[in-house]
């Protein structure tokens, strides 16, 4: 790799967040993917690996008696300090760093490979099918039916091939309607609720301006509401605050005149934009990353980030949704501006609340390759895979995640799935490894022959699925509806995310991992233990994943200094003692 | 004056009573001596509500139709109950007059001065005998199972009659070689007369905490030679013992203003004083009073409940609490050391930072058992004033007299060692959540009065059961044990950070929804050890449980945890 200046630096120091703590010399490793710091003390080889993927930022520090320091933030939340004895060392690493974790092109996805066959490939991509989904919902019914109008992405470039519209809604409607709407994001299906024959539909802002109406997408939304025989009256949800949406039409955007349309009954939900999200996150990280702070600074700073009033404002109108369906047996039209991020954030956490599949391990999966992937949530953009406008990076999805954790929380036996799960699906969309959440929509995504060059994530979590089970889950069928409390104080700080490196903080016991041993008997019965995992319980599978997983990253570089080393213990069956050091 | 003469009305039928998350209820309400009862009318299976009038912190009463209109005409009134375990319930009562009579015979019932016409004293349940004995141990038993004390220490009754200090047991553990007459100079030197004495011995290396009271050094910077030789005593041949000052060094300074001071470094040469600010009193009590106020606040902003949350300053109390326990431990245990604990009076925060320590350090202590008798040993016998401290809780609009939760925060402290460490304790929330409901309203006797002699005096251990002794008879009942308990040697030294800490939602939000959900998983946890238990066999091994000690911090890796002590 040509950006790899120096690829091996002695004595360097990993700072601990606590000074007196103890820090001994290591060694720092640039590889093509990862960033490797080895620490050898006595017996004990501890590593730290870092995907470049995950690096935020880069930052060198002013000199200081001890050395030159370089600050390294990343996007799972890490922060790592070291320390360079010579200033041309830190200058090196920091000049590589700055070249590979933004990489103008080329993500480790189209590098990776899991050492599976073409057929393997193939299948991990037809996985989790949008499609099935319709079919689950009981589509194509009565009131609703599939469409491939968009199959050449000609209505909408950022939408799905595949839609879910009114049924005998005429194709002027449809076209109509998408030229009226903000990016031609058209009002389509993303949930029927099988019950009460309510839907929840998603779009984006109207081109309504201060006068503008259109005729066919008011037929449109007459047809959504009379595709549900429960109820007279559609809601439309903008999930924006009301002044945001105000400015929006003095630029020829905005939102619905209730005049215009029959029977809508129009409602602002108030979740802030992007921007103010990714200000307020970068404000919870301060108080993450306080040295030692007071209870009270913890307290004051966690409120003036704002972050949780955030969440919670997502959550309400996520509620909202939920209730008008399940209440009201009112279908919903959700939009924001684009109708890729509220709105996507909206939709699936009201699916959620609604749908008890979805709150399963492939549930989840479906869930967020629906909503998210394929109807265009700007995956590249927010999470800033390339070097692209830092303006245009977000926390949405983390967010999104950080609502069902919530829930979670609040309802310890209705998730088929542990927090654990959601961090590793957080990890995995920085991470850049598997395919799917690369690129901004589907159209993108075909363009660049995604499914051929990488693969999918999804087939990988389903096969540590035991760690991801939730030992408390309970199929019960009487909460089929999730109605939580709003209350502020429900929401609560999520350490486990937010602080998942900082160890020290965590409970030092884990009622998870012993639940999952005890349950481990009946997985066992079902799967063929290895001599590895039966000498180390739950904690070894992890180790045992993770190692066989960066084994393969390995055969990337194969110059690797550890290469050989580790197949060479792997392989006498000797990882154990090497996986003990590892810090993960 | 007897009871029954406060209760002008004794039944009202066709009463409603609200509670929250429940659909609401008609039936009979009847107030007793000591007793408020409501019987749903359904004749059988008929849903009881008990309430101890002494649980009843509050009562608000309002009445419409002031203009005494006969009940036919449809005059009532609605009482709201708020209860010290921060229960609120309300009541329609048809009728005026019987409503305001209702509220009249609950206000004096509920706030009962002498002891003996306290419920305890007439709770007299079939399956308990008043003979034998009373409590789980004695300073005496104590003394002879911990072995590790033999040589070094022994057991003065100078205090038996309690004149050299009236909030100490009859017994208490001294250093050997210091004679009664010495302990009765050091008393003399010490507020309230609690001189230093021993209050837990480290398993490992020896190492003691004592505690006592602030030493009455005053504006003159006195001395006592007996105290100092007590002191020099306790760490006999080793070079150093801690002191552990619950006060900051300011405060400490302007206490001798008031007669009371600090050991000086001058006369202790031996001991190194450490000062850790620990709010007491009415600010500990209004902190509560605050945060149970903000967990009821009916609005949806979430900065209102962040910044009513830091405002409470409840969570600061807990992490102080913490930090300081943690400290006391750094000192027994990887230091070496022995410690001093004191504050001005001795009888509040000391107990709370020398039993967390204990907690922490002591395995035996983590046992139902173990706890109750830290419980009892550290709290009842060393003289916390139950009854002034417990006087009335969150809800009461009377004027904060010796009010304080301090025992409350002691079970706050143990909840958050237990989320932390959730195999460590054989107990569970449910016995902590207990505790703090029979700390303001028991039918046992064990949290009344103030002291042993009060309790001597009152005839308390002859009249009443001990709560103790009924938790652990005949056999403890399974809500209250940890499913997933396994023992460990080793110090559980809780985080301090304050993302480590949490509400304790157990007990503030005990009586919503949440509560009910949190049960749910409780059950599924039992039922999977259960399940567990059934297929491992009656020969169970414990291969299951061996191979999480190292998921266990050994206490060398929690150093870097001390820092922010």
């Given at each position: 790799m040509e950006h790899i200046i120096t690829p091996k630096v002695e004595y360097v120091k990993l700072l601990n967040r606590y000074p007196e703590k103890k820090s001994v010399l290591g060694t720092l490793y640039l590889t093509a993917t990862h960033l490797i710091y080895v620490e050898q003390t006595n017996n004990t080889r501890k590593e730290t690996w870092v995907l470049h993927h995950h690096i935020m930022s880069v930052e060198k520090l002013p000199l200081t008696a001890h050395g030159c320091p370089l600050l390294i933030r990343c996007k799972t939340f890490q922060l790592l300090h070291l320390l360079f004895q010579r200033e041309r060392d830190c200058q090196d690493v920091y000049q590589s760093l700055l070249r590979l974790f933004q990489p103008e092109e080329e993500l480790y996805a189209f590098l990776y490979n899991p050492q599976q066959n073409e057929e393997d490939r193939r299948q991990g991509w037809e996985f989790i099918n949008v499609a099935n989904d319709?079919?689950?919902?009981?589509?194509?019914?009565?009131?609703?039916?599939?469409?491939?109008?968009?199959?050449?992405?000609?209505?909408?470039?950022?939408?799905?091939?595949?839609?879910?519209?009114?049924?005998?809604?005429?194709?002027?409607?449809?076209?109509?309607?998408?030229?009226?709407?903000?990016?031609?994001?058209?009002?389509?299906?993303?949930?029927?609720?099988?019950?009460?024959?309510?839907?929840?539909?998603?779009?984006?802002?109207?081109?309504?301006?201060?006068?503008?109406?259109?005729?066919?997408?008011?037929?449109?939304?007459?047809?959504?509401?009379?595709?549900?025989?429960?109820?007279?009256?559609?809601?439309?949800?903008?999930?924006?605050?009301?002044?945001?949406?105000?400015?929006?039409?003095?630029?020829?955007?905005?939102?619905?005149?209730?005049?215009?349309?029959?029977?809508?009954?129009?409602?602002?939900?108030?979740?802030?934009?992007?921007?103010?999200?990714?200000?307020s996150l970068q404000k919870l990280l301060e108080v993450c990353s306080m040295k030692s702070p007071s209870m009270s600074d913890y307290l004051t700073g966690l409120e003036n980030s704002g972050w949780l009033r955030h969440i919670k404002s997502v959550m309400d109108a996520g509620m909202f949704l939920a209730k008008a369906v399940c209440e009201e047996r009112a279908s919903v039209l959700v939009h924001c501006s684009d109708g890729w991020d509220r709105t996507a954030q909206v939709c699936s956490l009201s699916c959620i609340l609604l749908d008890p599949y979805y709150r399963t391990i492939k549930g989840l999966m479906v869930l967020i390759e629906k909503e998210w992937i394929s109807f265009g949530h700007k995956f590249s953009h927010r999470c800033g895979h390339l070097d692209t406008d830092p303006k245009e990076v977000s926390p949405v999805f983390t967010q999104f995640l950080e609502c069902v954790w919530q829930l979670s929380e609040q309802f310890p036996c209705v998730f088929e799935f542990n927090e654990r799960y959601l961090i590793e699906i957080h990890n995995q969309v920085y991470a850049c490894q598997y395919g799917n959440f690369i690129g901004n929509c589907q159209k993108e995504r075909l363009e660049i022959r995604l499914h051929e060059k990488t693969f999918s994530l999804w087939p990988h979590l389903l096969k540590n699925q035991h760690l991801y089970r939730n030992p408390l889950y309970r199929r019960s069928l009487e909460c089929t509806v999730l109605r939580p409390s709003t209350l502020p104080l429900h929401f609560k700080f999520w350490c486990g995310m937010y602080n998942y490196y900082d160890r020290g903080m965590h409970p030092k016991q884990s009622v998870l991992d012993q639940l999952l041993?005890?349950?481990?008997?009946?997985?066992?019965?079902?799967?063929?233990?290895?001599?590895?995992?039966?000498?180390?319980?739950?904690?070894?599978?992890?180790?045992?994943?993770?190692?066989?997983?960066?084994?393969?990253?390995?055969?990337?570089?194969?110059?690797?200094?550890?290469?050989?080393?580790?197949?060479?213990?792997?392989?006498?069956?000797?990882?154990?003692?090497?996986?003990?050091?590892?810090?993960? | 004056m007897e009871l029954s003469e406060h209760i002008k009305t004794a039944n009202v039928e066709d009463v409603t009573l609200r509670r929250p998350f429940h659909p609401a209820l008609r039936g009979t309400l009847c107030v007793t001596s000591h007793h408020l009862l409501f019987s749903d009318r359904k004749d059988e299976a008929s849903w009881q509500l008990l309430i101890l009038l002494k649980n009843i912190d509050a009562i608000e009463k309002s009445v419409e139709n002031l203009f005494g209109y006969p009940r036919a005409m449809g005059s009532s009134g609605t009482i709201t109950i708020k209860c010290k375990d921060l229960l609120v319930l309300q009541l329609e009562i048809p009728g005026m007059e019987e409503c305001l009579n209702i509220a009249s015979?609950?206000?004096?019932?509920?706030?009962?001065?002498?002891?003996?016409?306290?419920?305890?004293?007439?709770?007299?349940?079939?399956?308990?005998?008043?003979?034998?004995?009373?409590?789980?141990?004695?300073?005496?038993?104590?003394?002879?199972?911990?072995?590790?004390?033999?040589?070094?220490?022994?057991?003065?009754?100078?205090?038996?009659?309690?004149?050299?200090?009236?909030?100490?047991?009859?017994?208490?553990?001294?250093?050997?070689?210091?004679?009664?007459?010495?302990?009765?100079?050091?008393?003399?030197?010490?507020?309230?007369?609690?001189?230093?004495?021993?209050?837990?011995?480290?398993?490992?290396?020896?190492?003691?905490?004592?505690?006592?009271s602030q030493p009455l050094t005053g504006a003159n910077k006195k001395r006592c030679k007996e105290d100092e030789l007590l002191l020099q005593a306790v760490i006999d041949g080793s070079e150093l013992g801690y002191i552990i000052d619950l006060r900051s060094a300011q405060q400490a300074q302007q206490a001798r203003m008031t007669g009371g001071g600090f050991e000086s470094k001058s006369f202790y040469s031996h001991w190194k004083r450490i000062h850790r600010h620990h709010e007491r009193g009415k600010i500990v009590q209004e902190s509560l009073i605050k945060l149970v106020e903000a967990c009821s606040d009916p609005s949806h902003s979430v900065d209102r409940w962040l910044s009513k949350l830091e405002n409470s300053k409840w969570l600061s109390h807990v992490h102080s609490a913490l930090s300081t326990a943690g400290l006391v431990v750094e000192c027994v245990e990887r230091d070496g050391h022995s410690v001093l604990v004191h504050g001005?009076?001795?009888?509040?925060?000391?107990?709370?930072?020398?039993?967390?320590?204990?907690?922490?350090?002591?395995?035996?202590?983590?046992?139902?058992?173990?706890?109750?008798?830290?419980?009892?040993?550290?709290?009842?016998?060393?003289?916390?004033?139950?009854?002034?401290?417990?006087?009335?809780?969150?809800?009461?609009?009377?004027?904060?007299?010796?009010?304080?939760?301090?025992?409350?925060?002691?079970?706050?402290?143990?909840?958050?060692?237990?989320?932390?460490?959730?195999?460590?304790?054989?107990?569970?929330?449910?016995?902590?959540?207990?505790?703090?409901?029979?700390?303001?309203?028991?039918?046992?006797?064990?949290?009344?009065?103030?002291?042993?002699?009060?309790?001597?005096?009152?005839?308390?251990?002859?009249?009443?059961?001990?709560?103790?002794?009924?938790?652990?008879?005949?056999?403890?009942?399974?809500?209250?044990?940890?499913?997933?308990?396994?023992?460990?040697?080793?110090?559980?030294?809780?985080?301090?950070?304050?993302?480590?800490?949490?509400?304790?939602?157990?007990?503030?939000?005990?009586?919503?929804?949440?509560?009910?959900?949190?049960?749910?998983?409780?059950?599924?946890?039992?039922?999977?050890?259960?399940?567990?238990?059934?297929?491992?066999?009656?020969?169970?091994?414990?291969?299951?449980?061996?191979?999480?000690?190292?998921?266990?911090?050994?206490?060398?890796?929690?150093?870097?945890?001390?820092?922010?002590?």
């Open positions: 319709f079919s689950r919902m009981g589509l194509s019914n009565d009131y609703w039916e599939i469409s491939h109008l968009n199959k050449d992405y000609e209505i909408c470039s950022t939408y799905p091939s595949v839609l879910g519209l009114p049924k005998n809604v005429s194709v002027a409607t449809v076209t109509g309607s998408a030229k009226f709407r903000s990016r031609g994001r058209l009002p389509v299906l993303s949930y029927f609720h099988k019950d009460t024959k309510a839907a929840i539909c998603r779009c984006s802002q109207p081109l309504s301006g201060l006068t503008s109406r259109c005729v066919e997408d008011e037929q449109m939304l007459q047809a959504i509401s009379q595709a549900n025989p429960n109820c007279p009256y559609i809601y439309v949800v903008d999930t924006r605050p009301k002044l945001n949406a105000m400015a929006n039409r003095a630029a020829g955007k905005g939102y619905e005149n209730e005049d215009n349309y029959s029977n809508i009954r129009f409602q602002f939900q108030g979740i802030e934009n992007i921007h103010v999200m990714r200000n041993s005890l349950t481990q008997k009946q997985v066992e019965g079902e799967r063929t233990m290895t001599e590895l995992q039966r000498v180390r319980g739950v904690v070894g599978v992890v180790d045992f994943v993770r190692v066989e997983r960066y084994l393969t990253d390995m055969t990337l570089s194969p110059s690797h200094p550890f290469t050989s080393t580790i197949h060479c213990a792997f392989t006498k069956g000797q990882t154990q003692s090497l996986t003990h050091g590892l810090d993960w | 015979s609950i206000e004096a019932l509920s706030s009962l001065e002498s002891v003996t016409e306290m419920y305890p004293f007439f709770y007299r349940p079939s399956h308990l005998t008043l003979n034998g004995p009373w409590g789980l141990s004695s300073t005496e038993q104590y003394y002879k199972q911990t072995e590790r004390l033999w040589d070094r220490w022994r057991v003065s009754t100078v205090n038996s009659d309690y004149s050299v200090c009236p909030s100490y047991p009859s017994a208490v553990i001294v250093p050997r070689e210091v004679d009664d007459d010495k302990l009765i100079r050091s008393a003399r030197f010490r507020q309230g007369g609690r001189f230093p004495v021993l209050s837990y011995c480290h398993h490992r290396n020896g190492m003691v905490i004592m505690r006592s001005s009076e001795g009888t509040d925060n000391t107990l709370l930072v020398s039993s967390l320590a204990q907690l922490i350090l002591d395995p035996a202590s983590r046992t139902v058992t173990g706890f109750l008798c830290l419980l009892e040993r550290e709290w009842i016998q060393a003289g916390h004033p139950f009854q002034q401290r417990c006087a009335h809780s969150a809800y009461s609009h009377a004027r904060l007299k010796q009010e304080c939760p301090i025992f409350l925060l002691l079970l706050d402290c143990v909840w958050q060692v237990w989320r932390q460490f959730p195999l460590a304790l054989e107990f569970s929330e449910a016995l902590l959540l207990r505790l703090a409901q029979e700390v303001y309203a028991s039918n046992y006797g064990t949290f009344l009065c103030n002291s042993e002699q009060e309790r001597c005096a009152a005839g308390v251990k002859e009249n009443t059961h001990c709560l103790f002794q009924s938790l652990l008879r005949p056999d403890i009942e399974e809500q209250y044990l940890n499913p997933l308990y396994e023992p460990t040697d080793l110090a559980i030294w809780p985080s301090v950070h304050p993302q480590s800490l949490q509400l304790w939602t157990g007990l503030f939000l005990r009586w919503t929804e949440y509560a009910q959900n949190m049960e749910e998983a409780r059950e599924e946890v039992w039922s999977i050890v259960k399940e567990h238990h059934e297929q491992a066999g009656p020969d169970r091994t414990n291969n299951t449980l061996s191979t999480h000690c190292d998921t266990l911090t050994p206490f060398e890796n929690l150093m870097d945890e001390l820092t922010i002590l």
